[in-house]
């Protein structure tokens, strides 16, 4: 089974800190994917990665960026949090962009945030 | 508007009942995949569906992606306490996959 690891549960940071979530997958995936899921709004993307050092924006990137320096790991940076990014943090993977059908996403059990 | 639009946004049923959950978009379905959320969790894959006319089943859970494939149905039958959660549906788009935004299952004792 593939296993998605997301560092912390909950997670309380003041408003200025710089904060780190940290994702790990153990299955060679090659996809990595950062969402934020709110009431009402759904889930949203924030930023996704196809291999290792590169990255692309989603839909909602502003205030985040992301690191991958190894394939199994996939970072989150809220560069300066500020409590409108308040918010439950999913981190998945997938396996590859090179095989034409489509795959499904699998998901850690995510990190609940709140800044203060 | 939302591409994918599921309904009902929440449902209350007695345990023991059976129920259906839509997955409707406003454009072709090329992989269409549910999950299912518990509250204050990761979401769990349950399938997907590729073909026009095509149904797979997982325990009691049943999904159908229409001819079309514009819409995709969910079914429980004989609903658990264990069913309860958030189902999602999902449209996959250039190996991303938008989702929509959840039904939320109530299972009366």
């Known amino acids: 089974d593939v296993k998605v690891t997301q560092s912390s549960r909950y997670l309380v940071k003041r408003t200025g800190e710089k904060v780190f979530l940290e994702c790990v997958q153990d299955?060679?995936?090659?996809?990595m994917f950062w969402y934020r899921q709110d009431p009402g709004l759904g889930l949203r993307l924030i930023y996704f990665s196809y291999d290792v050092k590169m990255k692309e924006k989603g839909d909602i990137p502003e205030g985040y960026s992301v690191s991958r320096e190894k394939k199994e790991r996939f970072s989150l940076i809220l560069e300066s949090a500020s409590t409108n990014q308040t918010s439950m943090y999913l981190c998945?993977?997938?396996?590859?962009?090179?095989?034409?059908?489509?795959?499904?996403?699998?998901f850690g059990d995510g990190t609940r945030l709140s800044i203060l | 508007s939302q591409e994918l639009e599921q309904s009902p946004q929440s449902l209350i049923v007695q345990e023991g009942k059976n129920l259906t959950i839509n997955c409707t978009s406003s454009?072709?379905?090329?992989?269409l995949y549910w999950y299912k959320q518990k509250y204050g969790e990761g979401l769990i894959f349950l399938m997907m569906l590729q073909k026009g006319g095509e149904e797979k089943s997982h325990e009691k859970i049943t999904a159908k992606l229409d001819e079309k494939k514009q819409q995709s149905s969910l079914h429980i039958t004989a609903s658990q306490p264990s069913h309860a959660g958030i189902y999602l549906c999902?449209?996959?788009?250039?190996?991303?996959?938008?989702f929509g935004k959840g039904t939320r299952l109530h299972i009366l004792p």
């Open positions: 999902g449209a996959g788009r250039d190996d991303k996959i938008i």
């Open positions: 299955m060679d995936h090659e996809n």
């Open positions: 998945a993977s997938s396996f590859s962009r090179n095989i034409p059908s489509n795959q499904p996403q699998h």
């Open positions: 454009k072709t379905l090329y992989g």
